[in-house]
C-alpha cells in the first residue's frame, strides 16, 4: 500500500502541474514506471488502474455533483466505482478496426501523451484532432486517407467504437434531473475526483502534522509513521479530536 510519505510526494508534485500530468502522477503511484512510459498507456487503461486506486484509498463510492443541462439543478449522484471495475480488461492490443459507412479505419486507443498533444485546441476541437491523430489508416474504396480528412460522421463512428473498446476511458451514467426529470448526464472523470480527495486528504494530514508536531515537538516523519487511530488519539489528547 502506498505510504502518507508517497500521496504527500505525489500530491507535491502535482500541485503546480496541468491534468494530464496529474493524472499520470497518479498512475505512477499504481505502475511505478517513468513518466516517458505512464504517458503512451492508453486513456481507459490509466482510469481503470485510478478507479482501482480510488478504492483502495477512499472507499467505493463515490459522490459526485452535476448540473441539469435543461433547468441547471445541481444535484449530487453517486456512483460505485466497482461498476467500472467488473467490466473486466480491454483495449489488449491498443488498437481498434472499424468499418463505417464504407471506410475501413485502424485507430490506436488514445493516451495520455495524445491528451498533452491536443489540449490547447480546445474542447471540441481536441476531440477531433484527438481522433485525427489516433487513426492509423483509413481506407475507401481501396484508397488510403489522411486521417485529419475523415468526415465528421466516420469521426463519429469511430470515436464510438473507440470507446467502446476502451470503457474506463469515458465513464458516465445518465439519471433523471430531481427537479424537472429530464435525464441528466454525469461524466466520471476519475483522474479529476482522484486528484480533489488526494488535495483534500494532504492538507488535513498537513493540519495534523503541524497540530502534533507542535504540540509534542515530532518530526514530520514522526506523525505520518502513526497509525490513523493513534493519530485520532493524540489528537484528541491535544483537544483537536
Ligand atoms: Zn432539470
Known amino acids: ?48 488502474d485510478l478507479f482501482a486506486l480510488r478504492r ?13 443541462p435543461h433547468c441547471e439543478t445541481e444535484q449530487e449522484f453517486d456512483f460505485d466505482v466497482t461498476a467500472v471495475l467488473r467490466g473486466g480488461e480491454d483495449g489488449g492490443s491498443g488498437e481498434v478496426a472499424v468499418d463505417v459507412r464504407g471506410w475501413s479505419v485502424r ?22 484532432a484527438l481522433l485525427a491523430r489516433c487513426v492509423v489508416s483509413a481506407r475507401r474504396r481501396g484508397v488510403d486517407v489522411p486521417g485529419d480528412r475523415l468526415p465528421p460522421e466516420v469521426l ?29 448526464r454525469a461524466v466520471v472523470d476519475i483522474p479529476s475526483f482522484l486528484w480533489a480527495e488526494l488535495d483534500a486528504w494532504a492538507r488535513r494530514t498537513l493540519l495534523d502534522v503541524h497540530l502534533l508536531a507542535s504540540s509534542y515537538g515530532w518530526s514530520e516523519p514522526d506523525v505520518l509513521a502513526l497509525s490513523p487511530t493513534r493519530r485520532r488519539h493524540y489528537l484528541e489528547l491535544v483537544g483537536h479530536g
Open 1 to 48: 500500500m502506498r505510504s502518507a510519505t508517497e500521496l504527500l510526494a505525489t500530491w507535491e508534485s502535482g500541485l503546480a502541474a496541468g491534468a494530464v500530468h496529474r493524472a499520470v502522477l497518479l498512475h505512477a503511484l499504481v505502475r511505478g514506471g517513468t513518466t516517458g512510459e505512464l504517458l503512451d498507456v492508453p486513456v481507459g487503461r490509466r482510469d481503470r
Open 56 to 68: 483502495a484509498l477512499f472507499g467505493e463510492r463515490l459522490t459526485g455533483r452535476v448540473t441539469c
Open 107 to 128: 485507430l490506436r486507443l488514445p493516451t495520455s501523451a495524445d491528451l498533452l498533444a491536443v489540449a490547447s485546441a480546445g474542447p471540441e476541437g481536441a476531440k477531433r
Open 156 to 184: 463519429a463512428g469511430v470515436a464510438r467504437s473507440a470507446a467502446d473498446a476502451d470503457p474506463a476511458s469515458d465513464v458516465c451514467l445518465t439519471m433523471p434531473c430531481v427537479e424537472c426529470g429530464r435525464p441528466t
